[in-house]
Structure formats: C-alpha cells, structure tokens
C-alpha cells in the first residue's frame, strides 16, 4: 500500500481477529458494570443498620433510594452527550471519579438529608459513565459481535449486585455501616485510576475528530496485529457527522420514531423488572414460601439472567431487533407462571430462574441496540438518554408494586400484573424493528485496502 493512503476503518474493526486487546476493552467495561451492579444495591444493604443506628422510620429511606436513581436518570440523560464531543474515556473516567468520590464521602453522611445529596451526586457521575462505556464497547465491535460484548460487559453487574452483598454481609457486623460506602467508593476510584491508563478511546469517535491523530494509529495497530499500517496512514470513517445539539439529532433523519419506541421499551422494561426485584420475595412469602427460600428465589432470578446473557447477545447477533421482541414476549407469561396457585416449590424455582433468564436477557438485549442503533456522532447520547428515562421505569416499578400490593391483591393477579409491561416492551420492540428499517442506511466498509497483511 501506497504511504498516505485513506484507509477503511470501519473494515479493520469489522475484520479484526480476536485478540488480548479487543478482550482488554471488554474486561474494562464488565469491571465498570462489576462496580455499578455493587453500587445499586449499597444503600440496601447498608439500609438496615443505618435505620438502627439513627432511629429512624423504615419508610424515611425511600428517598434517598429514590435520589439515587434520579441522580442517575439525569447524569445519563445531561451529561452523556459530552462524550460525543469529547470523547467516551474522559467521561467514563471522570464520572467514575464523581461517583467515588461521593460514595466515599456517604460513609460520613449523619443525616438522611446529607445522604440524599450524596447518593444524588453520586448517581449523576454513574450516569454519564455507563451509557458511553456500552457506546465504547460498540465501537470496538464487528457489527456481528456488538450485542454479544455489551452482554459479556453487563453480566458483571450481576456479579457486583450479588458478590457485593456477600462481601457486605461479612464486613457489616464488624465495621458498621459505612464499610458498605467505603468499599462502594474506594473501588470505583481506584479502578479509575487503572482506566486512565489502560483504557483506549473510541476509535470510530478519533476517526470523525481526527483522521490522522497518532492516537487512532496506535489504536488500529493494535486491532490489527495481523496488518503492516504505514505510519502516516488516514483513517477514513464511512459515517455521517452533523453539528448541532446531539440530542436534536436523536429526533432527525427519521430517527424520531426509532428513539420514542426505544425510550418507551426501556421504561416498560425497567418498570417490570424493578417491580419484580423489589416486591418478588415479598410476593412469594405472602403465598406461603418461607422466608430463606424466597431469598434464595430472587437470587435465581438474577443468576437466570446472567446464564442467558451470552445466549441472549448471541441471539440478537444473529436475528436482530425482531429476536429481543420475542424475547420478551416469552418473559411474560414466563414472569405470569410464577404466581400459579400450589405450583410445587422445585417448579416455582425453576420458572423463576427461567424467568430472569427472559426478562434481564431482553433487558441486555435492549442495552445492545441503544448502543448500535445511533450513528457514532450521537451514539453516546442515544445510550445515555435511553437508560436516563427508561429510569422512569425503575422508579415507577416499585411504587405501582407497592399500590397493587396495597390493594390486596391476590399473588397470581400481582405476577399477571409484572408481567404487563413486558407485553407492551415487546410491542415497543417489535414496532422499533419496522421504524429501524426506514433509516438510511449507512456506507458499508470496503474490506480492500486495509492494509498489507504481515507475512
């Protein structure tokens, strides 16, 4: 090849072989969900010893629950579009920073209302960095890969939310409290400092910024060990890129329907799912299931969905759109069969586990198409505003589980109830497919001129 040629980069990433590299980013990114996954459940498990230790009213900590998650809802929705103009790693790095730094200082908090702040600021910097990490890891992608990698990254929030509560559990009793806080803020600080070094930025983001950037030759190379790049080489992205708010984008070039049906499946997904994590063991001790195995249930409900979440990704690599609405057409009477009156206790787990293989595997499914579905210019914003109001959901789930368990409904009506909403994120899905098809369509790579491949 000719020194100085444009090269494609939208091929290198589509032909790179799998190697240390590409597996490094993946890594990063599930160790950034490892400690989100803590990070949703800390005020939980800290909860109980905080209302002794303050004497205060078990219902005072819905807001500070709620704060969190609003905190979150607007960093991913506010801060977001900044790595479109940017850049992914110092938003992901700086709102890691942000979010440990104010976890560690709740360890400190001594009112509910210094905690509310925190736990708010906290969730902002959470916010910003997890949508752009799933941009990042969609940029590095073959587009036959995408939706398996963002699932590999969000299975280590499973691991965080259930590895966390081990670790709590041991420290609690002899530390108190605000070990919960310290570890919840030391890790993500720490790792941040890791990330600084080792994280790479987007390449497909440098390719819109600069074609020539020495910081892109050095990304690529490393994509492509199998490939001689020259030194001088410009790297030519087959993408659009407009200038203007990014989030006004999201509305133009026909995307308007695309991202209404996203958002929409998102806040149905999230209320459903959150409806079941918060009232599930509630549900299930109300119809006769002893505490410790309802426990146990909700445990399975998270280890199905990170069974599934590699079958999941693998499935939505190979069918698209249309497979992440059948997934969730499928959880729903999966979620109904649950509360099916005398269903034998080894059934009840088993349709549990089955249950959140479907509901947290269409939930990885729907986190891949926020992250493929926006061209690179707005990619990032995409993600980030589709987690922030699919937010609406996660608060809304608790309450209306809260209102219909008020009523006095009985558990099988209450289950039919959770499963509602993944009847309408199916619909919002499949409609999403057929909005999908009406974008233009961008330039595939041209696989030739690459490079010359090393002998």
Request: charged content about 10%.
């Amino acid at each position: 090849m000719a020194r100085g040629e444009a090269i494609d980069l939208g091929a290198l990433i589509e032909t790179q072989p799998r190697s240390a590299f590409s597996v490094a980013v993946v890594f990063w990114s599930c160790a950034l969900m490892f400690v989100e996954g803590y990070d949703m459940q800390v005020t939980a498990y800290a909860a109980p010893a905080m209302i002794n230790a303050w004497h205060i009213d078990k219902g005072a900590f819905g807001p500070v629950f709620g704060g969190g998650l609003f905190g979150y809802m607007l960093g991913a929705t506010i801060l977001s579009h900044l790595a479109d103009r940017v850049g992914r790693k110092r938003v992901i790095v700086g709102g890691f920073w942000l979010f440990g730094l104010f976890t560690l200082a709740s360890a400190f908090a001594t009112s509910l209302g210094w905690l509310l702040a925190l736990r708010f600021i906290a969730g902002l910097g959470l916010g910003g960095s997890i949508p752009t990490a799933i941009a990042l890891n969609a940029e590095y992608a073959p587009a036959n890969r995408r939706a398996t990698r963002i699932a590999l990254m969000f299975l280590g929030y499973t691991m965080g939310a259930a590895g966390g509560g081990v670790l709590v559990a041991a420290l609690l009793p002899r530390f108190g409290w605000p070990v919960a806080f310290l570890i919840g803020g030391a890790a993500p600080l720490a790792l941040s400092l890791v990330l600084l070094r080792t994280l790479p930025e987007s390449p497909r983001f440098l390719a819109l910024r600069d074609a020539s950037s020495p910081r892109l030759a050095a990304i690529a190379a490393r994509l492509r060990p199998d490939l001689v790049l020259p030194g001088d080489a410009r790297f030519v992205l087959h993408e659009a890129q407009e200038r203007g708010l990014p989030l006004v984008h999201l509305f133009r070039e026909g995307r308007a329907p695309l991202t209404l049906l996203l958002w929409a499946a998102f806040i149905a997904s999230f209320l459903g799912h959150h409806f079941l994590t918060s009232w599930l063991p509630t549900v299930l001790v109300s119809d006769g299931l002893p505490l410790g195995d309802a426990v146990i249930a909700a445990a399975l409900f998270q280890g199905g969905g990170a069974f599934g979440s590699v079958f999941i990704g693998r499935l939505v690599d190979r069918r698209g759109i249309p497979a992440v609405a059948a997934i969730f057409a499928v959880a729903a009477p999966l979620v109904a069969i649950i509360g099916v009156p005398g269903l034998r206790e080894a059934m009840l787990m088993g349709a549990v586990f089955i249950a959140g293989l479907f509901v947290l595997g269409g939930q990885f499914g729907l986190n891949a198409l926020a992250g493929t579905c926006y061209p690179t210019f707005i990619r990032s914003t995409g993600a980030g505003w589709a987690f922030g109001i699919g937010r609406i959901g996660s608060i809304l789930g608790p309450l209306v589980g809260g209102v219909l368990i008020g009523l006095g409904l009985p558990s099988w009506v209450l289950l039919i109830c959770a499963a509602v909403p993944f009847l309408v994120c199916a619909g919002a899905t499949l409609c999403l497919g057929t909005a999908s098809t009406q974008l233009p369509r961008l330039q595939q790579p041209k696989i030739p001129n690459a490079g010359t491949v090393k002998r």
